[in-house]
């Protein structure tokens, strides 16, 4: 039997209309909204989420201002061991930071290898030209990569919200 549109219109009326309209809800079902509706209105500061985002904030920003310091300031020669320096004194500040925490993904060491292969050939490519800024530039951004990583890695924005 194929029901047409008028005919559903009517079934669904008339089912509408013969439908208890006094069904009480259960009792329970109201104490798990006025627990919802509390819990949503309290505000729940937690300090221990901010330190994270306060270091990786920091690290970045130190990052930055370091790396435009010693592409400026510093004689081209040292640049890039001052820069390696640095950058490697916060990979491992983060690394001992982020030791006790759960990795987000398992490759991330894979990544961060290849952002140390790449530091690697950016730094032997700068001992034939050790005044060449694009390539410090590039060396600058591989490390930020790597910090950024590990960051990422430990530290994901969604995980705060």
């Known amino acids: 039997m194929k029901m047409s549109k008028t005919n ?4 669904l009326n008339e089912s509408l ?8 809800p259960k009792k329970e079902l109201w104490n798990g909204i006025e627990r919802a ?5 309290q505000p729940t500061i937690n300090t221990n989420q901010y330190w994270p985002k306060l270091t990786a904030i920091a690290a970045c920003f130190t990052a930055v201002l370091v790396s435009t310091v ?11 061991v001052a820069m390696s320096e640095f950058f490697t004194k916060q990979k491992q500040s983060l690394l001992v930071q982020y030791q006790s925490q759960a990795a987000l993904t398992d490759n991330w060491q894979v990544q961060l290898q290849e952002l140390e292969d790449a530091e690697q050939a950016i730094k032997q490519t700068l001992e034939n030209e050790p005044k060449n800024k694009a390539l410090l530039s590039m060396l600058a951004q591989v490390y930020q990569q790597q910090l950024d990583l590990i960051n990422k890695v430990h530290a994901p ?3 705060h919200i």
């Not at 559903?8 to 079934?11: L, N, R, V």
């Open 70 to 80: 010693l592409l400026f300031k510093v004689p081209e020669a040292n640049t890039a």
């Open 157 to 159: 924005r969604w995980q």
């Open 8 to 11: 559903f219109d009517d079934y």
């Open 17 to 24: 209309t013969q439908l208890d309209k006094n069904i009480p």
């Open 37 to 41: 509706i509390i819990a949503n209105n």
